[in-house]
């Protein structure tokens, strides 16, 4: 079992910025891919950004590719996600996600197994 926490969401102009962070519990995190995944009103969920095991390998939607930046510390079992450049249609739920074992960074929902509870990012114009 894997228990993630999202936090850092909000409201921010759009050009701005934002950390989101997600907390990992239970599994050894540092054996498994993470990934973020976001969800806007009316549309289906889109992958963000994943990462492997030990960050050697990162992978990013198109839409956020320059923008965003995947990054994690297995000492404090924590994923992040720095958003840079924001724009109003970045906004959504964005949710965090634990990979399958034997997924290295995984850009598919069904490669995921666990999944946080999503944090609101809100991009004003």
């Known amino acids: 079992q894997v228990q993630l926490v999202e936090s850092g969401g909000g409201l921010v102009q759009a050009g701005g910025s934002l950390r989101l962070s997600c907390a990992a519990s239970?599994?050894?995190?540092?054996?498994?891919?993470m990934g973020w995944f976001r969800q806007a009103p009316g549309k289906e969920r889109e992958f963000v950004a994943a990462?492997?095991?030990?960050?050697?390998?990162?992978y990013y939607g198109d839409s956020v590719k320059g923008r965003f930046t995947i990054s994690r510390d297995n000492a404090k079992n924590t994923v992040y996600l720095q958003m840079n450049s924001l724009k109003p249609e970045d906004t959504a739920v964005y949710y965090c996600?634990?990979?399958?074992?034997?997924?290295?960074?995984?850009?598919?929902?069904?490669?995921?197994?666990?999944w946080g509870q999503g944090t609101q990012v809100t991009v004003s114009s």
């Open positions: 990462i492997s095991w030990s960050g050697g390998r990162t």
């Open positions: 996600a634990a990979g399958r074992p034997g997924v290295v960074a995984g850009t598919r929902e069904n490669e995921y197994n666990y």
């Open positions: 239970g599994r050894t995190f540092s054996s498994y891919a």
